[in-house]
T-cell receptor
Framework: DQQVKQNSPSLSVQEGRISILNCDYT??????FLWYKKYPAEGPTFLIS?????DKNEDGRFTVFLNKSAKHLSLHIVPSQPGDSAVYFC??????????????FGTGTLLAVQP | SQTIHQWPATLVQPVGSPLSLECTVE??????LYWYRQAAGRGLQLLFY??????ISSEVPQNLSASRPQDRQFILSSKKLLLSDSGFYLC????????????FGDGTRLSIL
């Protein structure tokens, strides 16, 4: 049972345009969401997070939007740069992860930014 | 900020051989530690987590085990590797309690022949 879903395995975007990466979840107890970026042969790097008490969080070129009623979140990258080309993982936790801070990850979306 | 060391970066092992992957953390104390596996074309699957020395929780039944002999050391082991154990193994840590992101090491690519 995949509680966190990234239905688009890949996305191609032109440099300078907006990249929109989507993530859906099924567990209504999730209250903390994160996005990670991963280059090949490296570990994921934390990008940005959002708590369920918010519907938007912004950090530079990266903005995460949360729609709790739709159980959907998205990551917007504006403007997209070739260095943004990587796999992006969405992750979620319930009770802000609790004492264990456990995260459930999606399957990832490969973003390719074309120069 | 914490730094996570994993080694080796790549490993090729025959079926039936033992395994020991090590993860050490610098720059923090009493972290939560995690082992994940990423199989080809799949997401990150949590295998084990630990909230303290000697405390290990397993998330999925498998051919692997984990140990935490020291506060900042986490070891992933197997007595006899299977072909299905191939994958990219990642160690992660988190500190500061609830709502804190996990930070990852650079992983070990394990190939079973």
């Amino acid at each position: 049972d995949q509680q966190v879903k990234q239905n688009s395995p890949s996305l191609s975007v032109q440099e300078g345009r907006i990249s929109i990466l989507n993530c859906d979840y099924t567990n209504s107890m999730f209250d903390y969401f994160l996005w990670y970026k991963k280059y090949p042969a490296e570990g994921p790097t934390f990008l940005i997070s959002i708590s369920s008490i918010k519907d938007k969080n912004e950090d530079g070129r990266f903005t995460v939007f949360l729609n709790k009623s739709a159980k959907h979140l998205s990551l917007h990258i504006v403007p997209s740069q070739p260095g943004d080309s990587a796999v992006y993982f969405c992750a979620a936790s319930a009770g802000k992860g609790g004492a264990t801070n456990k995260l459930i990850f999606g399957t990832g979306t490969l973003l390719a930014v074309q120069p | 900020s914490q730094t996570i060391h994993q080694w080796p970066a790549t490993l090729v092992q025959p079926v039936g051989s033992p395994l020991s992957l090590e993860c050490t953390v610098e720059g923090t104390s009493n972290p939560n530690l995690y082992w994940y596996r990423q199989a080809a074309g799949r997401g990150l699957q949590l295998l084990f987590y630990s909230v303290g020395i000697g405390q290990i929780s397993s998330e999925v039944p498998q051919n692997l085990s984990a140990s935490r002999p020291q506060d900042r050391q986490f070891i992933l082991s197997s007595k006899k590797l299977l072909l299905s154990d191939s994958g990219f193994y990642l160690c992660a840590c988190s500190t500061g309690g609830r709502g804190q992101p996990q930070h990852f090491g650079d992983g070990t690519r394990l190939s079973i022949l």
